[in-house]
């Protein structure tokens, strides 16, 4: 799926580590990078120019596995374990050959969804304190 690292980064933890919890005793999962937290460079783009820059630095926190020979990474904002794990666990799962991933791409697909009916509903709240300035004409 194409927006997997972002689902991964902004979904609720919870369906996130209940599935991950649920599927890893079927593999062999070796953890190479235990998570750890770090600080990030974070890249942008000016707008204007559309020259890249960089924003600063944020708090991150990585992760690297093994799942039966296959390597995953995972990286997330915040001080957020086990969401990395999480993340690394299912970035390794994807690139498995022959992986089943049905239950991956619907856990992917329903998270999505709610990912944007919350942008939704806080995109409405938003648009109801919207205030409409008019100027008075002078003549």
Do not use: W
């Not at 630095?57 to 990395?84: F, H, K, M, W």
């Amino acid at each position: 799926m194409e927006e997997q690292d972002f689902i991964l980064c902004e979904c609720e933890l919870e369906p996130l580590r209940d599935f991950v919890a649920s599927i890893e005793e079927n593999f062999e999962v070796i953890i190479a990078k235990a998570p750890s937290t770090c600080m990030t460079m974070i890249q942008a783009e000016d707008s204007v120019e559309f020259q890249d820059f960089y924003l600063g630095e944020a708090l991150t926190t990585e992760c690297e596995v093994i799942v039966n020979g296959q390597r995953g990474y995972g990286i997330c904002l915040g001080d957020e374990p086990v969401r990395s794990y999480c993340i690394a666990f299912i970035d390794a799962l994807t690139q498995l050959p022959g992986a089943d991933l049905k239950d991956v791409e619907a856990l992917l697909t329903e998270q999505h969804q709610l990912i944007r009916k919350a942008e939704q509903l806080e995109y409405n709240q938003i648009m109801r304190t919207r205030v409409d300035f008019k100027l008075m004409e002078q003549e």
